[in-house]
């Protein structure tokens, strides 16, 4: 989606900023890694580039609307305001009072809508969301995320027929890591063998 340069600026930006962590130790049981990818909203400069570079990506596509899930609503809303783009967003309930709407926002039947989000925690969760916005009559052109965390999340939500792209891989991370001596040789080992161990797609 985005050239090499702009992937390791934006790794490296989103290690500075505390989003990507890596917990020290030997363990090949442990997770290697920590993705908190909250910590952009007390980030408003990372939040800006991450936006733009999503906007790269998106704005080859043809739709009338963004959409932000409930859970990640800040990273949506700056692309809205950034490039004057209409946005709604996607509740994970129905609210228990009002109009017990599910999609928040302006919106009319047949409209095509782009859904960003952080990264694909759970393919289920995301294909109820993205049924949502079905259900409510758009037409969903892509889900749009910031990590693959490469473990055929994002595989799942295309086998389903949508369309779905990520900024950067845990590879990526990684790889960028180790390169500029952020991490060992020990710890891309036990990265790797965690990977196995989970059967992670890994090209470090």
């Known amino acids: 989606m985005i050239d090499i340069r702009s992937k390791q600026k934006l790794i490296d930006l989103l290690y500075q900023s505390g989003a990507i962590d890596l917990p020290k130790g030997k363990n090949e049981n442990r997770m290697p890694y920590a993705i908190k990818l909250q910590y952009l909203t007390s980030q408003p400069k990372i939040l800006q580039y991450t936006a733009k570079l999503l906007w790269s990506s998106i704005k080859k596509e043809t739709f009338d609307l963004i959409a932000g899930p409930y859970t990640d609503i800040p990273l949506a809303t700056t692309i809205s305001l950034k490039y004057n783009w209409p946005m709604i967003f996607i509740r994970g309930e129905r609210k228990k009072y009002g109009m017990e709407k599910l999609i928040e926002g302006s919106y009319l039947p047949g409209q095509k809508v782009i ?21 409510s009559g758009l037409t969903v052109v892509g889900l749009y995320v910031l990590v693959d965390r490469v473990a055929g999340r994002i595989e799942e939500i295309r086998k389903r027929g949508f369309n779905c792209e990520a900024l950067i891989s845990l590879n990526d991370i990684f790889v960028r890591l180790f ?23 890994s090209y470090i």
């Open 115 to 135: 859904v960003v989000d952080e990264e694909v925690r759970d393919p289920i969760d995301s294909l109820q969301l993205l049924g949502r916005l079905e259900g």
């Open 179 to 201: 390169e500029t001596g952020k991490i060992s040789p020990i710890q891309l080992n036990v990265a790797k063998k965690y990977f196995e161990s989970k059967r992670i797609a």
